[in-house]
């Protein structure tokens, strides 16, 4: 019988050792559904969850997003700080189970702040601790993380040249927005992407259309909410 894991030996971009992690297979990946932010569901196994690798050695934790070369003052930065204290309490080489994950996320979330990783790798980080949070159903610890991802991904947006005319990054930063209720803020996103004639994205049109359709019927709704409830005075 074929195991949805294998393991891969990877090294610690950190302490270069060597160490295992573990990978599933393609065939054992299987989208249920996703949400408008990306927030993907899977049936059984979720690859998320093997994304970030720890290594044993000084706990630094990077994924495959990670800048590959580190200075060595970055190291130094991260040795100092964690590396030189860490003491491994956990194998996170095998199979991984929701909370496990979480730790791997935040362990990579700290390692990246610690070393000034670039900001769509702490943004993304960020985004998936949210969508943690969410998949277990603990609302408000996702809206905490969904505030500092989108004020990291507007970050992203202002300062990184090549993220910044990403239809994407601007229609996450939108939903971003509408998921916390900031409806003038999303609009201003969505009808950018929507209005800017060098955007050629059809699925990112598409979806931030949509999301402001959205937005409308829910204005319309408090309107008519507020309005009824005035007629009852
Ligand atoms: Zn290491």
Redesign the pocket.
Known sequence: MVEPLYRVKVT??????A?ETSKVRPSFKKVIKTDTDFCTYYKDINPDYYVVRV??????SFTESFSQNLLPAQKKQYLDAI?SKWQSKRDYSGERDAAMAMETFKLALITGQTVGEKERVIASILHHIAWMYRREGKTEEERRFLEYALDAYVRVFETDREASNSARLMYLIGELNRRLGRFNEAVRWFSRVVHDHSIMDAAMIRASREQWQIIREEMDAEKKLASSSDSDL
């Open positions: 610690c971009l950190c302490c270069e050792s160490f290594c044993p050695s000084c706990g630094f590396g």
